[in-house]
């Protein structure tokens, strides 16, 4: 279930973990703060098509700085480009099958000996921020707080867009030259009203965007900030959508400002 390696160097260790999910399991690689006490744990959720390596940076970040952070390959979730040692199945993934996952994964969480289990934080970029924020709004007893980069609330509206009703969704298509999906995609996602579940949680929230994000547009962000009762709201300007270099380094002062 479990294999160690040391990144003494850094003042970290990291441990690949195994989180059950049903008949499955879910791939990923915990950085422990420190294996001598319980701190706090970021659980990361990648976006549409990416896989754990791309908040790998953030993981490493939190981990330096006193926090336990856990990344993970969400099952089926991945471009086939990518390694993913969750599933590889794409047209199985949906939204609510990623929160799922993550539900999963952070019932687990609750019994790693390193992790705080009252200090258990969702962070969630595009569309791994929208799925955070469905578990956060499922299970706020579970989740100590949610932090947002580029959440992609624009997912359902996308999806109702590119047909006129859900009869007429193929049982497997490309979403947006992204990846190729199942029906169940559209379906998990037509109905959903994201923004009438943020307006009823009460947990503390950060938004990170970008003013020149091309694939969800800042203004999604900012109706999200004015719907939550307890939001922070950070716009990157020039930044599209995914934080490098500068963006990067704004985005981590954020974070680490909001978690501590």
């Not at 420190?34 to 990416?50: N, Q, W």
């Not at 490309?174 to 995609?185: D, L, M, P, S």
């Not at 559209?186 to 994000?213: C, F, P, T």
Request: charged letters at 25%; aromatic letters at 10%.
């Amino acid at each position: 279930m479990e294999s160690k390696a040391d990144s003494a160097a850094s003042g970290y260790t990291t441990r690949e973990i195994y989180c059950d999910n049903g008949e499955g399991k879910i791939y990923g690689v915990a950085y422990i703060a420190d294996e001598s006490r319980k701190t706090p744990l970021v659980i990361l959720s990648h976006g549409l098509s990416a896989n754990h390596n791309s908040l790998v940076l953030y993981a490493e970040t939190l981990a330096e700085n006193g926090y336990s952070a856990y990344v993970f390959d969400f099952p089926n979730g991945s471009n086939p480009s990518l390694s993913n040692k969750s599933g590889t199945e794409t047209t199985k993934m949906s939204v609510m099958t990623e929160a799922e996952a993550l539900k999963a994964v952070v019932k687990a969480a609750k019994n790693w000996e390193f992790a705080d289990s009252e200090k258990i934080f969702l962070l969630g970029e595009s569309q791994g921020g929208l799925v955070s924020s469905i578990v956060a709004c499922d299970e706020p007893e579970n989740v100590a707080g949610l932090m947002l980069l580029y959440p992609a609330f624009n997912i359902p509206q996308e999806v109702r867009q590119s047909y006129e009703t859900l009869d007429d969704v193929p049982e497997t298509y490309n979403f947006n030259g992204w990846i190729e999906v199942g029906k169940v995609y559209a379906e998990d996602v037509w109905d959903l009203d994201i923004y009438d579940k943020l307006s009823r949680y009460n947990g503390r929230v950060l938004i990170v965007h970008g003013d020149s994000d091309s694939i969800v547009d800042v203004s999604y962000a900012e109706r999200a900030a004015e719907t939550l009762p307890d939001c922070e709201l950070h716009i990157i300007k020039g930044s599209d959508h995914g934080f490098r270099g500068d963006a990067f380094n704004e985005a981590v002062r954020y974070i680490l400002e909001y978690l501590s």
